[in-house]
């Protein structure tokens, strides 16, 4: 007797659990949409927005989830690799796509030895990937800072006096990205009942989710899967344990650095010192939101995640006026639930793993009752 | 049976030392193609010792290597890894699955070994971007599948598969290399059912018939006996048997495995189980410990008395105090003094009155990086309150050092604990040596019944007649009811009244442990399937 009897209500509550974070923010959103009154073409125009804006950013995630190392805060580092691409690109003058072109070119290698360097020190820190990941972000923040509040301008050589702090050397607070606002969402754009959907980005972003699934049915894709199963039974198969784990954060970090140059493409502007710290989390907290948990992700999660989570930011500053008076519920609300969320996910993921222990217990229950049955 | 050619696999005096204990002594057998040995041979025989030498483990190179020599088809070999082994054609399917949950039986089987094809990210990135050739995959996977005669899904998923299905996957993995000559299964019925089992034995005997040498380890004699060509009985790191599986039976078997004749234990004593009231009763007690699950165990346990609870390895006998305790899931009913004890709850077992004396010393049992004092002390302060000074009517409880120390040398004095000092840290002592801090521990509660889990494991002899000792006077002096646990058969007959046997999570019998070592042996292998004339 292996298999567990369940009653129909046991199912569901296990359905119903295991989906709690997607259906929580569903049931919020609802409430939410009546009481903010906007209209469904100006909601739907919002979320395609956000769709184009975070979707890369959030698939950067999936591959490091699919090798066993959890939500991988690194993701910040390939978005400094990519600011530093933006900050080279607005210095030169090089304007539209090449513009975008250029600096993910130049974010690639930093974002790969930034990945490489992260993946080292994960390899060290198995099992606390999460938040060694998240302290790496901190650290590298700092070198970050080092090198564009300080080297740019003094030894690194800037041109563009628009660029520097009056001091002269240093980036501004904020760099102007107007050569290169929207040209990709405005590439090729088309309206659909009123709605207008940004077709290149989108194309982009297809293209992305073809790379992730055709790179699961790939050698090295499996054998990420295997070590994100099992590190032992991998290694006894033969395959590079370490070696593998280092390439999955260098692709999820040179995938988050082109990312970042898609996501302030739509923005429109790079705040220098503030734009990457909370990337990580958000787009974190959004996966989690589309259903996502830390050993498991699809690309169903990134696109549900997105809506759900900026439909929610949307509607929360109306709705919040309209019921109390208050507009700043929203950024409030951003914050609080973000890290909110990301807490009950790793509450849930817990939950879940004892209650699958917690199986071997039944099932020894039920077969000795049967057993006694059988003998009365 | 006679073999052509050169054996496939011969070891010649294999010894094998782990840190001055000999656990090899000259092992030689040989195997030949189309041959099933069956070996086996009680806890600690040395089969796994063995097993790890012949699959070329790191643990035996880190131990400092094993003597004799090994041939594979006349070759003489020496692995620095197991991946020589398996390059040789060496095949092992343990007894815990390496299988990966979310991966399907074909992925499972041909993991690290999947067919791929070119596609145009590999040409500039190598072959690991190839894309996995899945229909090749599943062909292989179904080839190696019906080499073993079962009908698996291989498209299944093998974390809902049932445990017999998962076993088969496990062989199929290793069926799936071309170059298998040698497949060692190590306790491969263990999970089965007895129809799984009787499929996957009759698939054994295709293989071998197909050529590829077998080593079968098996504590269900009954098997062995069946589809075994020959049978090696290994006990105390040495072959003590080597014969044709034709004419033999359980009892023969299971007397050689035991092995040690009958010594007269001199203090024997005559327990009164007519008068004295049972102090513990347990019933219908599950217990969910990995490797060692307890199903449906009942048993009274009588006021003073010592009780051994002994078994092979993975049968469950670690799961009963493990499960009372509530060191791990459990169901049932514990009645300890008339009162029932409520289960999954670790203090309320010690608020009992009971005590429980780990297995896993290092990491339950000890303190390791504190001094012996405290070692020895600190349960009794949390359970009993004991070496406090109370201010304040108990509102401010403070630690008594005194009493600490002074019952600190008390003990060490008592069990001859060879330490520098009560500050010395328990890390730093041996094996022994720790285990009797262990005890000092539980003897500090003043339980009144005491669970003893391996006491004498990995330490040497002479230490090990000194804790047997300890728990006995122990036992006579404050009338602490005892329950040992020991895989050792010999050290439980010596110090128990009463030996109860665990096999397969159940009790097969409970005997007087002045009655024949072979009557063990039948109930260690007991619950198995027997052939008619073994009933009779």
């Given at each position: 007797?292996s298999?567990?009897?369940?009653?129909?209500?046991?199912?569901f509550?296990?359905?119903?659990?295991?989906?709690?974070?997607?259906?929580?923010?569903?049931?919020?959103?609802?409430?939410?949409?009546?009481?903010?009154?906007?209209?469904?073409?100006?909601?739907?125009?919002?979320?395609?927005?956000?769709?184009?804006?975070?979707?890369?950013?959030?698939?950067?995630?999936?591959?490091?989830?699919?090798?066993?190392?959890?939500?991988?805060?690194?993701?910040?580092?390939?978005?400094?690799?990519?600011?530093?691409?933006?900050?080279?690109?607005?210095?030169?003058?090089?304007?539209?796509?090449?513009?975008?072109?250029?600096?993910?070119?130049?974010?690639?290698?930093?974002?790969?030895?930034?990945?490489?360097?992260?993946?080292?020190?994960?390899?060290?820190?198995?099992?606390r990937?999460?938040?060694?990941?998240y302290?790496?972000?901190?650290?590298?923040?700092?070198?970050?800072?080092?090198?564009?509040?300080?080297?740019?301008?003094?030894?690194?050589?800037?041109k563009?006096?628009?660029?520097?702090?009056?001091?002269?050397?240093?980036?501004?607070?904020?760099?102007?990205l107007?050569?290169?606002?929207?040209?990709?969402?405005?590439?090729?754009?088309?309206?659909?009942?009123?709605?207008?959907?940004?077709?290149?980005?989108?194309?982009?972003?297809?293209?992305?989710?073809?790379?992730?699934?055709?790179?699961?049915?790939?050698?090295?894709?499996?054998?990420?899967?295997?070590?994100?199963?099992?590190?032992?039974?991998?290694?006894?198969?033969?395959?590079?344990?370490?070696?593998?784990?280092?390439?999955?954060i260098?692709i999820?970090?040179?995938?988050?650095g082109?990312?970042?140059?898609?996501?302030?493409?739509?923005?429109?502007?790079?705040?220098?010192?503030n734009?990457?710290?909370?990337?990580?989390?958000?787009?974190?907290?959004?996966?989690?939101?589309?259903?996502a948990?830390?050993?498991?992700?699809?690309?169903?999660?990134?696109?549900?995640?997105?809506?759900?989570?900026?439909?929610?930011?949307?509607?929360?500053?109306?709705?919040?006026?309209?019921?109390?008076?208050?507009?700043?519920?929203?950024?409030?609300?951003?914050?609080?639930?973000?890290?909110?969320?990301?807490?009950?996910a790793?509450?849930?993921?817990?939950?879940?793993?004892?209650?699958?222990k917690?199986?071997?217990?039944?099932?020894?229950?039920?077969e000795?009752?049967?057993?006694?049955?059988?003998?009365? | 049976?006679?073999?052509?050619?050169?054996?496939?696999?011969?070891?010649?005096?294999?010894?094998?030392e782990?840190?001055?204990?000999?656990?090899?002594?000259?092992?030689?057998?040989s195997?030949?193609?189309?041959?099933?040995?069956?070996?086996?041979?009680?806890?600690?025989?040395?089969?796994?010792?063995?097993?790890?030498?012949?699959?070329?483990?790191?643990?035996?190179?880190?131990?400092?290597?094993?003597?004799?020599?090994?041939?594979?088809?006349?070759?003489?070999?020496?692995?620095?890894?197991?991946?020589?082994a398996?390059?040789?054609?060496?095949?092992?399917?343990?007894q815990?699955?390496?299988?990966?949950?979310?991966?399907?039986?074909?992925?499972?089987?041909?993991?690290?070994?999947?067919?791929?094809?070119?596609?145009?990210?590999?040409?500039?990135?190598?072959?690991r971007?190839?894309?996995l050739d899945?229909?090749?995959?599943?062909?292989?996977?179904?080839?190696?599948i019906?080499?073993?005669?079962?009908?698996i899904?291989?498209?299944?998923i093998?974390?809902?598969?049932?445990?017999?299905?998962?076993?088969?996957?496990?062989?199929?993995?290793?069926?799936?290399?071309?170059?298998?000559?040698?497949?060692v299964?190590?306790?491969?019925?263990?999970?089965?059912?007895?129809?799984?089992?009787?499929?996957?034995?009759?698939?054994?005997?295709?293989?071998?018939?197909?050529?590829?040498?077998?080593?079968?380890?098996?504590?269900?004699?009954?098997?062995?006996?069946?589809?075994?060509?020959?049978?090696?009985?290994?006990?105390?790191?040495?072959?003590?048997?080597?014969?044709?599986?034709?004419?033999?039976?359980?009892?023969?078997?299971?007397?050689?495995?035991?092995?040690?004749?009958?010594?007269?234990?001199?203090?024997?004593?005559?327990?009164?189980?007519?008068?004295?009231?049972?102090?513990l009763?347990?019933?219908?007690?599950?217990?969910?410990?990995?490797?060692?699950?307890?199903?449906?165990?009942?048993?009274?346990?009588?006021?003073?008395e010592?009780?051994?609870?002994?078994?092979?390895?993975?049968?469950?006998?670690l799961?009963v105090?493990?499960?009372?305790?509530?060191?791990f899931?459990?169901?049932?009913?514990?009645?300890?003094?008339?009162?029932?004890?409520?289960?999954?709850?670790?203090?309320?077992?010690?608020?009992?009155?009971?005590?429980?004396?780990?297995?896993?010393?290092?990491?339950?049992?000890?303190?390791?990086?504190?001094?012996?004092?405290?070692n020895?002390?600190?349960?009794?302060?949390?359970v009993?309150n004991?070496?406090?000074?109370?201010?304040?009517?108990?509102?401010?409880?403070?630690?008594?050092?005194?009493?600490?120390?002074?019952?600190?040398?008390?003990?060490?004095?008592?069990?001859?604990?060879?330490?520098?000092?009560?500050?010395?840290?328990?890390k730093?002592?041996?094996?022994?040596?720790q285990?009797?801090?262990?005890?000092?521990?539980?003897?500090?509660?003043?339980?009144?019944?005491?669970?003893?889990?391996?006491?004498?494991?990995?330490?040497?002899?002479?230490?090990?007649?000194l804790?047997?000792?300890?728990?006995?006077?122990?036992n006579?002096?404050?009338?602490?009811t005892i329950v040992?646990?020991?895989?050792?058969?010999?050290?439980?007959?010596?110090?128990?009244?009463?030996?109860a046997?665990?096999?397969?999570?159940?009790?097969?019998?409970?005997?007087?442990?002045?009655?024949?070592?072979?009557?063990?042996?039948?109930?260690?292998?007991?619950g198995?399937?027997?052939?008619?004339?073994?009933?009779?």
């Amino acid at each position: 007797m292996s298999i567990l009897k369940e009653t129909g209500g046991q199912k569901f509550l296990g359905i119903i659990q295991n989906n709690a974070v997607p259906i929580l923010f569903g049931i919020i959103v609802l409430i939410g949409i009546p009481l903010s009154g906007y209209s469904v073409g100006y909601l739907g125009q919002e979320i395609v927005v956000r769709i184009a804006r975070n979707s890369f950013l959030i698939i950067a995630l999936l591959i490091p989830i699919m090798a066993g190392m959890g939500l991988n805060f690194g993701m910040t580092l390939g978005a400094m690799a990519g600011q530093i691409g933006l900050i080279f690109m607005a210095d030169w003058g090089i304007v539209g796509i090449p513009g975008m072109i250029l600096a993910m070119i130049i974010s690639t290698p930093i974002s790969a030895f930034l990945g490489w360097m992260c993946g080292k020190i994960l390899n060290m820190a198995k099992g606390r990937e999460m938040v060694t990941s998240y302290i790496i972000g901190f650290f590298i923040n700092g070198v970050y800072q080092l090198i564009v509040l300080y080297g740019m301008g003094a030894v690194i050589p800037i041109k563009n006096p628009a660029l520097v702090l009056p001091r002269g050397y240093g980036i501004r607070n904020t760099v102007n990205l107007i050569t290169i606002r929207k040209t990709l969402d405005n590439l090729f754009a088309i309206k659909i009942f009123g709605i207008s959907i940004p077709i290149a980005t989108m194309l982009v972003i297809t293209i992305l989710c073809i790379f992730v699934i055709w790179f699961r049915k790939t050698k090295l894709g499996q054998d990420m899967r295997a070590v994100g199963q099992d590190m032992e039974v991998a290694r006894a198969a033969g395959i590079k344990v370490e070696h593998t784990r280092i390439v999955s954060i260098v692709i999820s970090t040179i995938l988050a650095g082109y990312g970042m140059i898609v996501y302030l493409q739509n923005i429109g502007t790079l705040n220098t010192y503030n734009s990457h710290m909370q990337i990580g989390m958000f787009s974190i907290a959004a996966l989690l939101v589309g259903g996502a948990t830390v050993n498991k992700a699809s690309i169903g999660n990134v696109f549900l995640g997105v809506s759900l989570f900026h439909l929610m930011f949307i509607v929360s500053p109306t709705a919040g006026k309209n019921l109390i008076g208050e507009a700043q519920l929203g950024e409030y609300f951003r914050v609080f639930v973000s890290y909110g969320v990301i807490t009950i996910a790793l509450v849930l993921y817990e939950v879940r793993r004892r209650r699958e222990k917690a199986r071997g217990g039944r099932l020894l229950a039920q077969e000795q009752a049967e057993n006694m049955e059988e003998n009365t | 049976m006679a073999y052509q050619g050169p054996p496939v696999l011969e070891l010649r005096n294999i010894c094998k030392e782990y840190f001055g204990n000999q656990v090899l002594t000259d092992v030689s057998l040989s195997l030949h193609k189309g041959e099933i040995l069956g070996l086996v041979g009680e806890n600690g025989a040395g089969k796994s010792t063995l097993m790890n030498i012949l699959f070329g483990m790191d643990v035996i190179q880190r131990t400092g290597g094993y003597s004799g020599e090994m041939l594979i088809e006349g070759k003489l070999v020496k692995y620095q890894s197991s991946f020589d082994a398996i390059a040789d054609g060496i095949g092992m399917v343990h007894q815990e699955f390496s299988l990966l949950p979310d991966f399907s039986a074909t992925e499972n089987i041909l993991l690290n070994r999947e067919p791929h094809k070119r596609s145009f990210a590999s040409e500039v990135f190598g072959e690991r971007l190839d894309l996995l050739d899945r229909k090749s995959m599943v062909e292989k996977a179904r080839i190696a599948i019906s080499k073993l005669g079962v009908s698996i899904d291989s498209a299944m998923i093998v974390g809902s598969m049932p445990v017999g299905h998962k076993q088969f996957t496990e062989i199929a993995r290793e069926l799936s290399k071309d170059s298998i000559r040698i497949l060692v299964l190590d306790e491969p019925t263990a999970v089965l059912t007895e129809q799984e089992a009787s499929i996957l034995l009759e698939a054994i005997k295709n293989l071998a018939a197909e050529g590829i040498a077998i080593i079968f380890i098996s504590h269900r004699l009954q098997e062995v006996i069946d589809v075994c060509d020959t049978v090696v009985v290994m006990r105390d790191g040495k072959v003590v048997r080597t014969e044709s599986s034709k004419d033999l039976t359980i009892a023969q078997i299971a007397r050689w495995m035991v092995g040690r004749e009958v010594t007269q234990h001199a203090d024997r004593r005559q327990f009164d189980y007519d008068n004295t009231p049972t102090v513990l009763s347990i019933r219908n007690l599950w217990v969910d410990m990995p490797g060692e699950t307890v199903r449906d165990v009942s048993l009274d346990i009588h006021k003073g008395e010592i009780l051994g609870i002994g078994g092979l390895a993975g049968q469950g006998k670690l799961g009963v105090p493990n499960g009372a305790m509530g060191l791990f899931p459990a169901g049932g009913t514990i009645i300890f003094e008339g009162k029932r004890l409520p289960l999954n709850q670790p203090r309320a077992f010690l608020d009992a009155g009971m005590a429980f004396v780990s297995e896993d010393r290092r990491g339950v049992g000890l303190l390791l990086d504190e001094s012996l004092d405290w070692n020895i002390s600190f349960a009794a302060m949390q359970v009993n309150n004991k070496y406090l000074k109370r201010y304040l009517n108990g509102l401010l409880m403070w630690r008594d050092e005194k009493e600490i120390q002074k019952v600190a040398l008390e003990y060490i004095n008592a069990l001859e604990i060879k330490c520098t000092s009560y500050k010395q840290k328990a890390k730093e002592l041996s094996g022994g040596n720790q285990q009797k801090i262990c005890l000092a521990k539980a003897f500090a509660l003043s339980p009144r019944l005491l669970f003893v889990s391996e006491p004498t494991r990995g330490i040497d002899i002479g230490a090990k007649s000194l804790v047997l000792q300890a728990l006995r006077d122990y036992n006579e002096k404050s009338g602490t009811t005892i329950v040992m646990i020991s895989s050792e058969l010999e050290e439980l007959r010596a110090i128990c009244d009463r030996i109860a046997i665990v096999a397969d999570g159940r009790i097969t019998g409970i005997l007087p442990s002045d009655s024949p070592s072979e009557d063990f042996g039948l109930l260690m292998v007991a619950g198995q399937p027997m052939s008619m004339e073994e009933h009779a």
